[in-house]
Each structure stands twice: as C-alpha cells, then as structure tokens.
C-alpha cells in the first residue's frame, strides 16, 4: 500500500545515507514511521523529513525520498552528505528544501527549476558548480534563495521575482554585470560578496574599461557632486490622449501579420546556414585541444542553435532572457493591431492579444533586413534582450526568418515624453515644470548609463519619442540598440535629425556612447524649453542661458536650478565627443543637481 511504501522509502534513504547509523529506524506497527525522529505524516503520508545536523555520512540515493510525492517541507540540512542531489522533480509538492551545509557536488539540479511551488530553496554551503540556470527566474513563488559558498560561476539571471526577499549567492565564482532588476536592486551588496568577477551598479563595482560608473570623475567632468539612488517621486503628469503626428487613430487590420503569415515558408534556409556554421564553429573549437571550458562554451552554442532552430521550424517567438514564452507567433498573427508609427528603422504596431496581453510589435524594413546575416541579427538581438533595467522598456522577443524580421517590447500605455512635451500643448503653452524635467532626466541618464556600463552597446536613436512613460510614469527608453539596422534612404525628419550628434550625421555606424550624450543634451533642452530640436539655436552657453530663460518665461524664481540644468544640456551638445562627459558622469550630475536643490528646500522650510 502507499501508506507502507513511504516507510520503505525512508529505509531505503537511510540504508545509504546513514552510513554510521544515526537514525534509529525501525518499523514495528503499520504507522510507527510517523514518529520516526524528523518525519511528520498527514492521513498517512509523510509531509514533513526534518533531519538536521544528525550526522548523516552518505550519498542521497535516488528514488527514495524523492518518491515522498506528499512531502512540504525536506531538510538534510548541516550532514556529511555527498555525491550528486537526486533528481526530486516528482516532489511538486515540495515548499521548502533545505540541502545546505553538505558536500554534494556537480551542477545545479535541474529538477528543482520543475518545483513550481517551492517559497525556500537553500544549497548554501555545498561543492555545486557550474552556471545558475537562467530558468531560476520562472520558479516565481520563490521567497528565499541561498546559493551562497559554493564553486558557481557564469553570469547571475535576471532574477525578478517580486516574492523574493531573500537572495545570497555570495562566495562564488560568479563574473559580469549583476542585472539591474527591480528585485535585486532591492538586495544588499553583501548578498553578492565575495564574487571579485561581478560588477555593476548594485554591487558598486566598475564593470572592465568603458565603465566607470563609480570609478573617479575624471577630465570634462565638472566639480565632483554626490550620488543619490533615491528619486524623489516628482510627478509627471501625462499627456492627454493626443498623440504624436505620424501616428494613425483607430484600429488597422493586422497589417503585419499578413507579412508575419509568409514569413514560416522562408525558414528552412536559414536554419541550415547556421547549422552548417555552427557545426564549423564546433569542430574548431573541439580541435584546439579539448578542455572543460571549450567543451562548456560548445555545448552552449549547441544549445543556442538548437533553441533557434526549433523556433523556425515552428515559427515560434524567440524570447529573451530566458523567459517564459508567453505568446506564439500565432496568438500575434490573430492579434488585433493599431499602427503606432513608421520610424528609421521599421513600423511599429500595438498589438492586442487574445488573452488581452498588449504588446508593441515592431517590424524592421524588409529591404534592410535582407542585408545582415541572421546570425548577426540573433547575436545582436540575445545581447539586446539580455539588457534589463527600470528605465529600459524590456525587449521580449524577437523573430526572424528570410526577409522577416519582428521585435516585441511591452507596450507602454501612457505615451511618449514626445507627446508629454508637445502633444497637448498649445503653441502658447509653459514647457514642463523643472522638476518634471529633473525627473525626466535622471531616469533617461540612468538607462542610457546602464546600457554603456554593461555592454559594448549604444542607444544610436535616443529622441523624445523613444522615450515612454511607463506605470508609474517613470521614463523608460526604447528602442535601443536598433540604430543598427537603421535604413540608410529613410529621409529623417528635421526634429530625429536634430538628435544627431555632428560625427554621426552620415553614418549612424559612426556613432560611439558619446553620440548618445549628444543626443541626450538636445534631449534635456527640449524638456527645458519645449521646442522641438529643429528649433533649437546653436549658441554658446551665456546666450543658451538666455534663451533658455527666455523660452521659459522664467521670472527668475527657478534661476539656479535652471541654469544648473542647461549647463548639463550644454556640455553634453558640445561639438567634440570627446569634450562631452560620459553618460555616468551626467548621471552624477543630474543627481547632484537634485540633491542641491532639496537640500535649498530643505533649508528653505527649515528643516535641516
Ligand atoms: N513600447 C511602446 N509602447 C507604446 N508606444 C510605443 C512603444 N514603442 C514605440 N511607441 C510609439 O510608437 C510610435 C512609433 O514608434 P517608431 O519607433 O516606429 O517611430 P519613431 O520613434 O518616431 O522613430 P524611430 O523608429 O526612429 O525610433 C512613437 O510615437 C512611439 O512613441
């Protein structure tokens, strides 16, 4: 019966992981194992196996506990355990598993990514190794994660799940960026101590030359000036519901997805191009002498082109991150859709699903897509998708096939600064309010910084409309990193031409992130004074000043704070790159200006 078979199964895990003979079990009456030391049943059935520190020396054996399928709560914690963790996905069940403070080996088990219910997971402690799966980020009950001193290395996930609260992978061998997620932005640094590969802003580390985002101010920038994290929760109130020129009202019938429809027919082409180059790429890498770290990158590589190649066949999404597919192209292909616009680098459509999922669609020129290969276009894309900050409008997915190429962001429903700033405003109208525009800009300052910090990425198209609000009206960037595939014969307006910075007028292949701070000067100065860059003079500072001043009917009550701003605006339009700060040095100024002006406040009430 169950009932006996759940005390043959703790026998078994005891035969071999109690080589010293610490638990005294033995059974005498049909129920006896429920007061087995450490073990708790409901109607039978053993939901809890408690047996810390009892000084267990052995190997977990396979299908023994793991055929507790009733089992909550499972802690082996603080033996002598060793060897490999069993595979324990048929304990769906499980809520919390506790195998630290052992000395089992090898990867992270993949069967606890299959525990969909587990709030605590802790393998702190042990001599696990290898990458910590990406697929960690869909466990999306997890409370508390311990990974910390043991031997794993790679890149840290995106780890954003809003339930957790505890999270230590310290003592590792972990290298990169820590991703900038809402959740581990929350996180101490010490969660993330003793990894000397990682870096980035939540662990206050400078990730390799280009970023030096808490390295010493050097050369153009101006007087060192204190780092704030915290906003001050300035209001930006939105547009009204009038939106920008080009974009079209009321709904279109799928355009793009009659496009989408042929796009399956092109696949198998471009499938076996990459297989026959990565099968090249292998064979090399093999060749060179067969060490661990070529077998780890080929076999991830394998991985890669699998993953691409199951997703032509069957013409599905390629998301990013590792995250959940939520959509197939399909759903997308009965989606209703509204045009939003057509820009330099293809149409973007809203998308509304049937299961009422609103996504932004955007599908990239086909005469240029034709031009780059695929497997630069899906390396390109992996490292843009791989990008995850509060201020980036999150890349989701992407597709392609021959001729065909789709990109898909989380729709913003609360419009672009494009339309904050010029949307609703009559031509007589006061540009925003500063604080507005500090907000505004911080925010921009801080995704732009983080795509220079983490990558050897730019933005190349930063302008007003490709910055949205999002939920809680934070701006958010969008956009980024497509400049790339950028059309050359799309004729720009005058006001996106504006944005241009001087060495990249002919070629946005030319432009560098000091491009970007160009673009982000012209940017805040049309946040400030609420004219299109079109209509922007090209003056020295002392006249910018004025006509600053003057374009915001100033009566002089925000003269400080102002001509502070606009000397920002100024120094990142300078003509030369390389007299424009960089991006993390107008971050730092953009925060200091804020801390100045509430410690004026501050005063001013009295309060400090
Ligand atoms: N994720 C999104 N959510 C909501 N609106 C968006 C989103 N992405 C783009 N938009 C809006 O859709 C419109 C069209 O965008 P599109 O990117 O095609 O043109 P653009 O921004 O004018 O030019 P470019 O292609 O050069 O960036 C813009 O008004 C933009 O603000």
């Known amino acids: 019966s169950t009932v006996s078979s759940d005390a043959v199964w703790l026998l078994s895990f005891k035969r071999e992981a109690d080589q010293d003979n610490r638990l005294l079990y033995t059974l005498n009456e049909p129920y006896d194992y429920c007061e087995w030391e450490g073990v708790k049943c409901a109607q039978g059935r053993v939901v809890r196996f408690v047996v810390q520190s009892m000084g267990l020396r052995g190997p977990f054996p396979p299908d023994t506990l793991t055929k507790l399928d009733q089992l909550r709560v499972m802690s082996l914690r603080n033996n002598s355990l060793y060897g490999p963790i069993p595979d324990l996905s048929s304990l769906t069940n499980l809520k919390s598993l506790f195998l630290d403070h052992n000395n089992f080996s090898g990867s992270f088990p993949p069967s606890l990514l299959l525990l969909h219910r587990i709030l605590t997971l802790s393998l702190s402690h042990n001599n696990l190794s290898g990458s910590i799966p990406v697929r960690l980020t869909l466990l999306d009950r997890l409370i508390a994660l311990r990974l910390d001193s043991n031997n794993f290395s790679g ?114 082409s471009v499938v076996s191009l990459v297989r026959r180059r990565q099968a090249a790429a292998g064979k090399a890498v093999v060749a060179v002498g067969g060490e661990v770290e070529a077998v780890v990158e080929e076999e991830e590589r394998e991985v890669k082109v699998r993953r691409m190649e199951e997703a032509h066949r069957s013409g599905k999404l390629v998301f990013c991150c590792g995250e959940l597919q939520q959509y197939t ?12 616009g057509r820009g330099s680098v293809g149409t973007t459509y809203k998308a509304v699903l049937d299961s009422r999922l609103i996504v932004t669609v955007k599908r990239l020129d086909g005469g240029k897509s034709g031009e780059s290969d695929g497997v630069v276009f899906e390396r390109h894309m992996e490292a843009v998708g791989r990008l995850r900050h509060p201020n980036l409008v999150p890349l989701r997915a992407y597709f ?53 910090q983490v990558s050897t990425l730019i933005h190349g198209n930063l302008k007003s409309s490709n910055v949205l609000l999002g939920t809680g009206f934070e701006a958010c960037i969008t956009d980024y990193c497509l400049s790339f595939f ?41 946040l400030l004074t609420g004219k299109h860059p079109s209509q922007q003079p090209f003056l020295a500072p002392a006249d910018l000043q004025d006509w600053v001043r003057t374009m915001r009917d100033d009566d002089g009550s925000e003269d400080n704070r102002l001509e502070m701003l606009t000397e920002v605006a100024s120094i990142c339009s300078a003509t030369s790159p390389e007299q424009r700060p960089a991006m993390w040095q107008v971050l730092k100024m953009i925060q200091g200006i804020k801390d100045s002006v509430s410690m004026e406040d501050n005063s001013f009430t009295g309060l400090s």
């Open 155 to 268: 890149t840290l996930p995106p780890l954003n799940q809003t339930a957790l609260k505890l999270l230590n992978v310290s003592n590792n061998n972990l290298t990169g960026p820590v991703p900038v997620t809402p959740t581990l932005s929350k996180l101490n640094a010490a969660s993330f101590s003793g990894n000397p590969g990682l870096c980035g802003e939540i662990v206050h580390r400078e990730c390799g030359s280009r970023s030096r985002f808490f390295g010493p101010a050097t050369s153009t920038s101006t007087a060192p000036l204190s780092q704030s994290e915290q906003s001050q929760g300035i209001l930006v109130v939105p547009a009204s519901a009038q939106t920008k020129r080009h974009r079209k009202t009321g709904l279109v019938v799928v355009g793009f997805v009659v496009a989408v429809v042929l796009v399956s027919v092109f696949v198998v």
């Open 329 to 340: 192209l399909e759903m997308l292909m009965r989606a209703s859709a509204e045009l939003l």
């Open 400 to 452: 392609q096939a021959k001729g065909e190429r789709l990109v898909i962001y989380d729709y913003q429903p609360n419009g672009s600064i494009f339309n904050l700033v010029h949307g609703s405003r009559s031509a007589r109208a006061k540009p925003l309010h500063w604080t507005s525009c500090l907000k505004i800009a911080e925010d921009v300052a801080h995704g732009l910084a983080y795509i220079h």
């Open 486 to 526: 950028a059309d050359s014969s799309f004729t720009e307006d005058p006001d996106s031409a504006a944005y241009r910075a001087p060495e990249a007028r002919n070629s946005s292949r030319r432009a560098t992130s000091k491009s970007d701070v160009y673009a982000f000067g012209v940017l805040l100065l049309e």
